[in-house]
């Protein structure tokens, strides 16, 4: 039976703003989404927060309570949206051109999606150099667009009159970078936005922003924003929860599915090609190669980590993968991915694997979303701070505390998150040994 809770949960009481840089085919379908499911046009397919139970005790015991009433999460009901983005569109001329959701089920929605309006966004074309908009911010310093970014948080609080706010990145994929100089420490970054030093990309001014203002903040793209020490200080002297990058939506999520399972039949790998054709708004972005190569280094980290080649030598060591995306317009937001994978069984026969995943982007990415949101508000009025490696199910590159190596097992990281959910309320954690039955 359960114990006393590890920590206290506040009350999910209120409004919950969300704030999203970013107002394309992503949170566009998120917003329409949530709209939707209000007025009983939709269900929450897809979300571990709304459908997900969670087994407490012994499996005799037959205890396994939806996740939404085991922990006190917000309801939809009290969400409330913001955002910005370097074009104009509100949320229903932004889903309209997106092409995600028919236009029968926007109409219905159109007046609750007109009236979510961009704010003026932060926008730096060396960090997205296929996209250009009007509607950003005038011209000033780095810490002065952190600064307009506070005023507009403030602001957004105010007028819907939410009583907590989370940001989530929703935006285009930067530029690949590594860690500069001006990461290091905080004292750093912040005499960085002052000088405008031209390593701080505009999700590192968010990310300041939000986490200056006390809102937990997820990465939702494979480019470097809190991954960094400087925001990863702020976020500790903040008491601030940080997660991400990169959400887990389509193909990455296949390879965390499948290559878990190759492992534990001990079948080898020789290689896996990967290649995926997408037409929205992301498509266009990642044609470009910085973009790209923010996304390649995502998509790539999950097969070496599963497979443990350090451990396995003979099975994965030198196995090749090759990932590829393709910008192809006619397609939209209908992404499909191919997957062939070459492994080899009992006396190193060979054999195949082939996926053709047709998938949509923001239908996969919309319940993520929402379920990162949800968990973070949660771990905000639980006093979690940092890293919330719990939530690493969600991400293609799960940040991680700098002494550990990063768990891509999509099943290890179901249970991580599970379990830390019972751990919060006091609850046994489940092992699975199941010993006690058999004595």
Known sequence: MPGKPAVQIAPAEGKLGILIPGMGAVTTTFIAGLEAIKRGLGRPIG???????????????????????????APIENIVIGGWDIFEDNAYEAATKAGVLEPALLEQLKEPLSAVKPMQAVFDREFVKRLDGPNVKPKGSKMDHAEMVMDDIRRF??????????????????????????????????????????????????????????????????????????????????????????????????????????????????????????????????????????????????????????????????????????????????????????????????????????????????????DIVLFMDLAQRAGLRGIQEWLSFYFKAPMHAPEVYPEHDIFIQLMKLKNTLRWMQGEDLITHLGQEYYD
């Not at 997900?52 to 939404?68: D, F, M, N, W, Y």
């Not at 393709?326 to 937001?333: I, L, S």
Request: glycine content about 8%; hydrophobic content about 35%.
């Open 157 to 370: 609080q105010a007028s819907t009159g939410a009583s907590r706010l989370a940001m989530i990145w929703c935006a285009s994929t930067e530029v690949f970078r590594q860690p500069a100089a001006v990461h290091a420490t905080l004292k750093d970054f912040e005499c960085g936005l002052q000088k405008n030093d031209p390593e701080i990309s505009p999700s590192q001014i968010y990310a300041y922003a939000a986490v200056k203002s006390g809102l937990p903040y997820a990465n939702g793209a494979p480019h470097m924003t809190t991954d960094t020490p400087a925001l990863l200080e702020l976020a500790r002297n903040r008491n601030v929860p940080l997660a991400g990058k990169d959400f887990k939506s389509g193909q990455t999520f296949m390879k965390t599915l499948i290559a878990p399972g190759l492992k534990s039949r001990l079948l080898g790998l020789s290689g896996w090609f990967s290649t995926n054709i997408l037409g929205n708004r992301d498509g266009e972005v990642l044609d470009d190669p910085g973009s790209f190569r923010s996304k390649e280094v995502s998509k790539s980290s999950a097969l070496e980590y599963i497979l443990q080649g350090h451990l396995y030598p003979d099975l994965y060591r030198e196995f090749y993968h090759k990932v590829r995306i393709e910008y192809y317009p006619p397609r939209g937001d209908a992404k499909e991915g191919w997957d062939n994978i070459d492994i080899f069984g009992w006396l190193g026969y060979p054999m195949q694997i082939k996926i053709n995943f047709l998938c949509r982007d923001s239908i996969l990415a919309a319940p993520l979303v929402l």
């Open 47 to 73: 979300s571990l927060t709304q459908l997900g139970t969670v087994r407490l005790g012994k499996r005799t015991e037959g205890r396994s309570p939806a996740i939404r009433d085991f922990v006190p999460l």
